[in-house]
């Protein structure tokens, strides 16, 4: 199973483009990479997907390298709702996907 | 998108009883789902595994008997934490994937359990 690395924690002030970056060393060839928000108390969402290169959909871009052992997760222009955890994961269809969350991102938008 | 609803959303009981939690797929047939519990300010744990017309799949350290999952149709399953104790007070949230896209899951807005 391919293992995340993100950074504990950030912080931003409204109207500002974040960038949460993400490793994953060993991910596999089949492997996609998926990006959660999570609220206290809630279920997480999902935010967005991508296999390589880039992927925007209308909430966030999702940034990967060729080598794929990282990606970024771009919110543009945040607002204080933006404030929750992000998770990234990887995983397939194949041998078995399972879900194994990291620690997560915690971000902190500021008015 | 894909709808997942869970019920309860929050239930306390006493020691010793049984609780049940549902999880739906509301718009797509799920032969896959997951339960995850999370405690305050840490990340989900996975608990399980669960396929439609079989026996779930636990992750090591987790009861299976304590915690004992029914997939019985493709938009239900159902987690029942048996003789609830205080330490089993968590978050359960169940997430589910369409058929052959187990790579995308979507969660259920979780169930706040207490146990007094």
């Known amino acids: 199973l391919a293992k995340t690395t993100q950074p504990i924690s950030m912080d931003s002030y409204e109207g500002q483009e974040v960038n949460i970056t993400c490793s994953h060393n060993?991910?596999?060839?089949?492997?996609?990479i998926t990006w959660y928000q999570q609220f206290p108390s809630q279920g997480p969402r999902f935010i967005i997907q991508g296999y390589k290169t880039k992927v925007t959909n209308e909430v966030a871009s999702l940034f990967i390298p060729a080598d794929r052992k990282s990606s970024t997760l771009s919110l543009p222009r945040v607002s204080l709702s933006d404030t929750a955890v992000y998770y990234c994961?990887?995983?397939?269809?194949?041998?078995?996907?399972?879900?194994?969350f990291g620690a997560g991102t915690r971000l902190f938008v500021k008015a | 998108g894909a709808v997942v609803s869970q019920h309860p959303s929050r239930v306390i009981c006493k020691s010793g009883t049984s609780v049940k939690i549902e999880c739906r797929s509301l718009d797509f047939q799920a032969t896959t789902m997951f339960w995850y519990r999370q405690f305050p300010k840490q990340s989900l744990m996975l608990m399980a595994t669960?396929?439609?017309?079989?026996?779930?799949?636990?992750e090591q350290g987790v009861e299976k008997d304590k915690f004992l999952i029914n997939h019985a149709s493709l938009t239900l399953s159902t987690l029942t934490v048996t003789s609830a104790h205080p330490e089993d007070s968590s978050f359960y949230i169940c997430?589910?994937?369409?058929?052959?896209?187990?790579?995308?899951?979507?969660f259920g807005p979780g169930t706040r359990l207490t146990v007094l």
């Open positions: 994961l990887v995983g397939s269809n194949t041998g078995g996907f399972k879900t194994i």
């Open positions: 997430s589910a994937s369409p058929p052959a896209r187990t790579d995308t899951q979507y």
């Open positions: 060993n991910i596999a060839t089949n492997d996609y």
């Open positions: 669960s396929n439609e017309g079989s026996k779930a799949t636990y």
